[in-house]
């Protein structure tokens, strides 16, 4: 047969879109589970993969990968929902879901310049579960457990476990601390993941948190989306919308992830009128590919999420193999910026080690600067002269006027 020929019948095929990759794993790893069991995510806790056994009953490991989970037995859990686990392909060891919850030997060992505490979180903590680094926010650590534990955690020295749920009186003492705090707008609640929290214990926290005045927003930080999708009720949405504005920050690495299921959980947050931003961790041979980001980007935001944050791996104990250098962050986005919708280009962030905070990158677009112009150069690598203006004064006359306004009405109550 021809080429023309072979075209001809592979375009008179109709294409076949097979069920979701979760529904071919839960029938090939979990058969025996029941349409309930498997809607249900405290059953996917129950029956996390926890250890070595019980992962080579499902996936057929390399020998990198049983020696990591071996040696890094004493240094990090490892826990897989059953729906992550069904994403993994069983025969492909770079597969990017096997990558982020199988350990493999390289995690086990400690490189130079990697640090326990890569953000200096520890320096800036007042309360067992309050991390105050920057001036106006906090992160509030609710909990130390995960649905999943991912390779690359830069938190594993709270998540590896010993913290646990917060008892009522850390929890009280925290929000204590965020009541003393008046110049506190932000509250970030991470851990661990939040969504492990029942409905109740949520709000408990949610509830004394929002009535505070000078808190204006409250973030939670969670991978469930990713991880454990049946977990995003209709409960839980709703009680989330309660408390608006709450922010869903979640932590999509690989368009793999981005499932039917994912998507249901994301557009159900949305629907009751949550907004949900992806951060993204850049992984060396994981998603270290422009054309990776932007079909995660793309992923993301049909499913009405906006991709917020790129992070270039924090320097954390063990994950050296997963770092890419800082050029390949920088060299993706100038692949991105342009030649996609900007909504779908993140800010590409490093986390300074030692607590120095985030910064962004770009490339530069700048060619020259005068007091006259300034030369950029394009995303085609074209030059075009932006003039400027004769006058330079930028001061705002009516600022004082309308913070005196601002006052009068209100602007700045809640409510
Ligand atoms: S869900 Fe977040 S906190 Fe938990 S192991 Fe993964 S990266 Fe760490």
Known sequence: MDSSALMATASAEPRIIRTSLSAEGRQRLFPQATDAEWGDWRWHQRHAVRGLEQLERHVPLTADERAGVQETSSLFRIGISPYYLS???????????????IPVRAEARVRPGELEDPLGEDKTRPEECIVHKYPDRVLFLALDTCSVYCRHCTRRRITQGGVAELSKEQMRRGIEYVRRHPEVRDVLISGGDPFLLSEQRLEELLAPLSEIPHVEMIRIGTRVPVVLPMRVTDALASLLRRYAPVFVVTHFNHPKEVTPEAREACERLVDHGVPVENQAVLMRQLNSDARIIKELSHQLLRSRVRPYYLHQMDVAEGCEHLRTPIAKGMEILQQLRGHTTGLAVPHLAVDLPGGGGKVTLQPDYVVERSEKE???????????????????????????????RAQEFGYHRKG
């Open 87 to 101: 994403l993994i392909d069983p025969e492909h060891p770079f597969c990017p879901v096997r990558m982020q919850s």
């Open 374 to 404: 300034t030369v950029f150069r394009n995303f085609k690598g074209e030059r075009y002269a932006y003039p400027e203006p004769e006058e330079t004064d930028c001061s705002c006359p009516y600022d004082e006027t309308w913070r005196a």
